[in-house]
């Protein structure tokens, strides 16, 4: 029986990886039954709303999607679907690994986790302007709002995670020194939760713009990371950068009853159409999906193939320094293996 997944190809660049990543997860041999549907700017044009029922009706039935970046406009404009989604299917963890694949910098063997709340703090949605006199805009709410049975859960599965791929340490990541309240109920539930683990794993806090700091300076002193959904979706990008950019950096949207597998990047508006952009991080989303399904040899393939691709045959496409094409990156992976 073929999978049962729904495949968004997304905005800018996500078609173009989506193809790419499609040969790739073909010349596995695992078969699916893609259900495609199209959310975000491509449904504005084609349908004059971003995020249509059928995409929604499409994710609960298949509970799995694989999907492209999609576009959200900065400042006024719809609200982001990429946010929208997570809330719809409770996808409360956002897991975001980050490992060395070729030497980048002074960094040739990182492997790192990111593990970010993916629903509560300042992404909640609360937000508004107050008139004063003639100024509608004139003073700018948005509210964090983290309950504490959402930091309980984010913080058990970063937890959870460690104990089941033999990790040694989480380390909290917070801002409990000036938000005493929404960052300083997550490291209180952090230290909890920490304290059930003592002896199995490790659990060490800093505050987020030392983090930071040390994630440029030392990022080998970091294991797990687990933080609230700003911090996470601002540290994720770097450390993207500490390994070679975005082309390189998959993630798992996961909640109890579905997973949605995307790249960390964005649309990339600079590079798309162009038939450049490296495919690589929806690829190795598609590799945490194939385990989410439970194919763990196809997942292992086809991560181990992407990586032989870039070190042993030396296909790279333009952000990793290489000419290939994102047709050509995929035709190689795809070789590797068959
Ligand atoms: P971006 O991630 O699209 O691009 C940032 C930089 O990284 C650009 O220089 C881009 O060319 C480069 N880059 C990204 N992906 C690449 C790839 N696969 N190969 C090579 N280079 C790559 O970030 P942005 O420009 O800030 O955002 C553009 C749009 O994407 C915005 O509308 C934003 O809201 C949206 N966005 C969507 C998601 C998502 O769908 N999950 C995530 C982030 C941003």
């Not at 349908?47 to 009706?57: A, F, I, K, N, S």
């Not at 963890?93 to 040739?108: K, M």
């Not at 993207?240 to 109890?256: C, F, K, R, Y």
């Not at 579905?258 to 162009?274: C, L, N, S």
Request: hydrophobic share 45%; charged share 25%; glycine share 10%.
């Amino acid at each position: 029986m073929p999978y049962s997944v729904t495949l968004i190809p997304g905005d800018g660049v996500g078609p173009e990886i989506t193809d790419a990543t499609l040969a790739v997860l073909e010349a596995t041999g695992i078969e699916f039954a893609w259900d495609r549907q199209t959310a975000g700017a491509t449904s504005i044009e084609r349908r004059g709303e971003p995020l249509p029922h059928p995409v929604l009706e499409s994710i609960r039935m298949t509970r799995v999607a694989l999907k492209g970046p999609l576009e959200t406009p900065i400042g006024g404009g719809y609200r982001s679907v990429n946010v929208s989604l997570r809330k719809e299917f409770n996808l409360y963890a956002n897991l975001r690994p980050v490992r060395s694949i070729v030497p980048f910098r002074s960094y040739a063997d990182l492997d790192l986790i990111m593990v970010r709340e993916n629903t509560q703090g300042l992404y909640a949605g609360v937000e508004h302007f107050v008139q004063i006199g003639g100024d509608p805009h004139a003073v700018a709410e948005s509210v964090a709002i983290n309950t504490r049975e959402g930091c309980r859960r984010i913080l058990r599965f970063a937890f959870e995670y460690a104990v089941h791929h033999g990790r040694d340490k989480v380390t909290l990541v917070h801002k409990a020194n000036i938000l005493k309240m929404v960052s300083g109920l997550f490291l209180e539930e952090g230290r909890a939760i920490a304290r059930e683990y003592a002896g199995k794993v490790a659990c060490d806090e800093k505050i987020i713009d030392n983090a930071a700091m040390q994630l440029v300076m030392n990022p080998e002193q970091f294991d797990v990371i687990v933080t609230t959904n700003m911090f996470g979706d601002i540290l994720s990008d770097e450390m993207a950068g500490l390994i070679g950019g975005l082309g390189l950096a998959p993630s798992a949207n996961v909640g109890e009853e579905v997973a949605i597998f995307e790249a960390v990047h964005g649309t990339a508006p600079d590079i798309a159409g162009k038939g450049v952009a490296n495919p690589t991080a929806l690829m190795l989303s598609a590799a945490m999906m194939l385990e989410h399904l439970g194919e763990l040899d196809a997942g292992r393939r086809v991560r181990e193939a992407v990586i032989a691709t870039i070190c042993d045959d030396g296909v790279k496409t333009g952000d990793l320094g290489g000419k290939a094409t994102t047709k050509e990156f995929a035709k190689a992976v795809a070789r590797r293996l068959k």
